[in-house]
């Protein structure tokens, strides 16, 4: 039972940093994405411009602007992936939801981020040949229809 709880705390504790990572990611992705962001960023660029002369444009100036972007972009690299999953998944849910709600869709369609490259690349073909088959089964003067209301 001792084993139990100390596995619970565990994962309770790991749920409890994953989650506090999300809404940080979440709010840091805001904030950054942001055109205040973007103007700091460029002002930080520019201060550091204008006291080139200042600090005769010497290794330590060049190494102070190197070693703070290679650390801010070390770091976005974990906040963009990490909302661009959720986005992702969340995309993914809501598709998987319509796939399931229409009564003619093809459920095996339902998780095919699950799939290995060569069953995308099968269902990709599928889905070609559908297309070159749709096109071939519309009649022309459909196309004329259409070109005319452009």
């Known amino acids: 039972m001792a084993i139990e ?3 619970e705390k565990e994962r309770d504790f790991f749920c409890m940093v994953s989650d506090a990572f999300r809404v940080f990611a979440r709010h840091s992705s805001i904030a950054l994405g942001s055109a205040w962001a973007f103007a700091g ?18 290794d330590t100036w060049q190494l102070v602007i ?12 974990f906040l963009i992936q990490n909302t661009q999953n959720r986005d ?3 995309v993914h849910l809501k598709l998987d939801e ?16 699950d799939l290995s490259d060569e069953e995308l690349t099968k269902l990709e ?3 070609k ?7 071939n089964d519309e009649s022309p003067s459909r196309h004329a229809e259409f070109s005319e209301s452009r």
């Open 5 to 7: 709880t100390q596995t």
């Open 98 to 113: 319509l796939i399931r709600a229409l009564k003619d869709a093809r459920n095996e369609l339902v998780d095919l981020e």
């Open 88 to 90: 992702a998944k969340a």
């Open 129 to 135: 040949r559908m297309r070159k088959r749709a096109e």
């Open 66 to 77: 190197n070693t703070a972007t290679t650390i801010v972009t070390f770091l976005m690299v």
């Open 41 to 58: 960023a460029v002002l930080v660029i520019l201060v550091w411009v204008l006291t080139g002369p200042m600090f005769h444009f010497s």
């Open 125 to 127: 073909e599928q889905f």
